[in-house]
């Protein structure tokens, strides 16, 4: 590397894909530096991933232990549990901390130098950081990672307080509790509070611009998730349909609009809004424009080896990855690609495989998925010409599942019928996100039906319903 240069590697952003693209350049001998404007560990560890799942425990506990069918056929008699708002919020804020301190000291005994500002381009081997203070200084390196994530997105129309109508960002804090909410939007996000938010005992109405629920799931999922996270918990629900305009206040004012014909559909008033319509990308104060890289809705756009495009060309020394790519906005995927750009910055040619990457949304039960849904599999077998093989496995079929007495679950797995090889799977039921990684290495390394179908799986497990699904898929092949 260059040697004209203060270090190998400058990282902007210290979410997982800057971390983890830091951390593997500082373990195989880069010089290398971090610049972070807020805390270590981005969106995931401090506004995401982790406060979330740590509040999800809390809301998955005080289900179960409330389900009087599944504990009476369990022969367990419960007094009834109730969860409470602060020590769940001091549970999520405790293992925050532990986190970021775990990642602060990682860093350190990697030697990689943090810097605290916000950093932003000058050329693309400078980076200007400037403090807090407003006291700046560049740093030169022969590789810029830019790693800056992403924040909530709003749509027009929407003020937010950042009390009564808040994002994510706040809606984590847990610092009240609305007894009736409205949350805007039927993604990830918005189901994971809407489980967070019943279990807790309020009062929830979910409002989705597209015509279902829940949109990027195959429908046979989709129906199943639906009736058993929405319908049964008594979750009011408008489709298609945009809270064109929410007002903060007490109480909140929601106007909603159809969706297509913008007409005035109804007029809600709630105790809070959340408002999880999707992440914007964090690009716009890097200075990209001045050197000609023209981003997309802001997303930065990077080829397979996440060289930062210009023209459709890449530009030497300029790397991006995480969610600021809109690749696949998961901090897994973040990690993996803040490895894949330091692996081709040591010469080793890697490109991402986004296709095995697996995605969960942490209700309860848990969906899941990996590779394609149904409909892009169809469009892949017409444009490839190859037949489309399609099996579905049921909990109800599972011993371990019925022992647990959850047996509403499905796996749905979709593989070429003429190589036998894995293009999707979707899962809803209990621990689907742990069972969907089994798919995502099989995908990954390019595994077929036939060969999976010959793996012993452990009895009796919830894993036995992959098991059937590989032998079912095979035995259509075999036929
Ligand atoms: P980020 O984590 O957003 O980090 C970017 C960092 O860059 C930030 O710390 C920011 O302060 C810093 N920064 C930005 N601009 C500058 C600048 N100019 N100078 C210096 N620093 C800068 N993903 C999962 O895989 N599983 C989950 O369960 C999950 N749950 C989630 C729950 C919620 C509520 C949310 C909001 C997200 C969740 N995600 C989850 C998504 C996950 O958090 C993101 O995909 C991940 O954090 C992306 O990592 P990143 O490194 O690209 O960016």
Not at 70 to 81: N, P, T, V
Not at 103 to 121: D, M, N, P, S
Not at 273 to 285: K, W, Y
Not at 348 to 366: C, K, L, N, Q, W
């Amino acid at each position: 590397l260059a040697q004209d240069f203060d270090l190998d590697v400058v990282v902007i952003g210290a979410g997982y894909g800057g971390f983890d693209a830091a951390k593997h350049a500082a373990e195989n001998g880069l010089r290398t530096a971090i610049v972070e404007a807020r805390e270590l560990g981005g969106t995931c560890v401090n506004r995401g991933c982790v406060p979330s799942k740590a509040l999800l425990a809390a809301s998955g506990r005080v289900r179960e232990l409330n389900d009087r069918t599944r504990l009476a056929r369990l022969g367990i008699h419960s007094g009834g549990a109730t969860a409470q708002r602060q020590p769940m919020a001091d549970h999520a804020r405790q293992l925050v901390d532990t986190m970021r301190t775990s990642i602060g000291k990682t860093l350190k005994r990697l030697g990689v130098q943090v810097l605290e500002g916000r950093g932003r381009l000058n050329g693309p081997h400078g980076v200007v950081v400037r403090s807090a203070r407003g006291i700046e200084r560049e740093i030169t390196a022969a590789h810029v990672i830019v790693a800056t994530g992403s924040e909530p997105f709003v749509p027009r129309g929407i003020a937010l307080d950042g009390h009564t109508v808040f994002t994510s960002d706040e809606a984590l804090e847990l610092s009240w509790l609305p007894s009736w909410i409205a949350v805007v939007g039927s993604g990830y996000i918005g189901l994971e509070f809407a489980d967070i938010y019943t279990a807790l005992g309020c009062e929830v109405t979910l409002i989705e611009a597209l015509d279902q629920l829940m949109p990027s799931f195959d429908e046979d999922i989709r129906k199943l998730a639906t009736r058993h996270l929405i319908e049964a918990r008594d979750i009011d629900t408008y489709t298609g349909v945009l809270a064109s305009k929410v007002t903060p206040g007490s109480p909140v004012q929601i106007e909603l609009r159809h969706a297509a014909s913008k007409e005035l559909v109804d007029t809600l008033e709630v105790d809070g809004v959340l408002v999880a319509t999707g992440r914007a990308p964090v690009s716009r104060d890097l200075n990209l424009a001045s050197m000609g890289v023209a981003t997309e809705r802001d997303f930065i756009p990077v080829d397979e080896g996440l060289r930062v495009l210009k023209d459709g060309q890449p530009v030497e020394g300029l790397w991006a990855v995480g969610d600021v790519t809109g690749k696949l906005m998961l901090a897994h995927a973040a990690a993996a690609q803040g490895i894949a750009a330091v692996e081709n910055i040591l010469g080793h040619g890697r490109t991402m495989d986004y296709r095995s990457i697996p995605a969960v949304t942490f209700t309860h039960p848990e969906i899941s998925s990996v590779g394609l849904t149904q409909e892009q599999a169809r469009q892949e077998a017409t444009e490839q010409g190859f037949e489309l093989g399609s099996v579905r496995s049921y909990f109800r079929a599972n011993a371990k599942a019925l022992a647990e007495a959850e047996g509403d679950g499905l796996m749905k797995l979709l593989f070429r019928r003429d190589n036998g090889r894995v293009l999707g799977a979707q899962i809803y039921g209990l621990h689907a996100g742990d069972l969907i990684q089994e798919v995502a290495n099989a995908m990954a390394a390019g595994q077929s039906v036939q060969q999976l179908s010959r793996a012993v799986h452990t009895h009796p497990t919830l894993s036995e319903v992959v098991e059937v699904a590989y032998k079912q898929a095979a035995a259509t092949l075999s036929s």
